[in-house]
């Protein structure tokens, strides 16, 4: 496993493991529990927004996930807005911290009004995407073989990439933090030519989290849900033996 680029938000790395797996593991991300907003008690609304379109929105707001929080947890948020301009996110008052406190809720004018209380608990992205921590997608590593005459152009364009010359053609190697393969097609068809795109060993993937959690505990907790299915699977299946 080769880490390749990393931000507070998202992690790029490098593994030799199967398609199935890959795609496995990223399925799994929404069996990892994660806390939202789930039902929002509105007392008072002079905002031009329905209720059901701010109670939607403050759904949508991500929870940090601190420690002492379980699948068992649940606990309230409180707002109430009295000034003129935007309402934002981080105006909810409560115990849970609120990943980004910018989020526009509805807007107020002079003298109106939004008062809630925004019940939470704990779900899990297959039963709404409020629940989902973040995204998994992944690609192969490829290897572009193509005309010799395309080396200045391709270099120019993708200078972190490797190139081999082979004969009358050149090999490419991806550098594997972007996908090659399309724009490589793409240069060679515009000249009437065509570019060999044969994967690689290596799978790319990328983790992205949408605030709640780490990359890295996305990762890691989205494998843990996994193998606690695998394990329940392997059970029943000693059952029937």
């Not at 990328?206 to 299915?229: H, N, R, W």
């Amino acid at each position: 496993m080769e880490k390749l680029g990393k931000k507070e938000s998202q992690m790029i790395f490098s593994a030799e493991i199967g398609e199935s797996l890959a795609n496995a593991i990223r399925r799994y991300v929404n069996e990892i529990p994660v806390i939202a907003i789930d039902e929002v008690e509105i007392f008072k609304n002079d905002s031009p927004l329905y209720d059901e379109t701010i109670a939607h929105r403050l759904g949508l707001v991500p929870l940090k996930m601190e420690k002492g929080v379980d699948e068992d947890t649940k606990s309230k948020l409180k707002l109430e807005a009295k000034k003129e301009g935007f309402v934002y996110s981080g105006e909810l008052k409560g115990p849970e911290k609120i990943v980004y406190d910018k989020i526009p809720i509805t807007s107020l004018t002079k003298g109106q009004e939004l008062s809630l209380v925004a019940e939470i608990r704990t779900g899990k992205g297959k039963e709404h995407s409020k629940f989902s921590p973040g995204l998994i997608f992944y690609r192969n590593a490829s290897e572009i073989i193509m005309d010799k005459e395309f080396y200045d152009e391709i270099k120019k364009i993708f200078p972190n990439s490797e190139i081999k010359e082979k004969g009358n053609k050149i090999v490419i190697i991806d550098d594997k933090k972007q996908e090659i393969g399309d724009v490589c097609e793409g240069i060679a068809e515009r000249a009437g030519k065509t570019a060999e795109v044969n994967k690689r060993k290596e799978m790319i993937l990328t983790i992205e989290s949408f605030g709640q959690m780490p990359v890295e505990d996305i990762f890691k907790k989205s494998i843990e849900e996994l193998k606690k299915d695998l394990k329940d699977v392997s059970k029943k299946i000693e059952k029937i033996k």
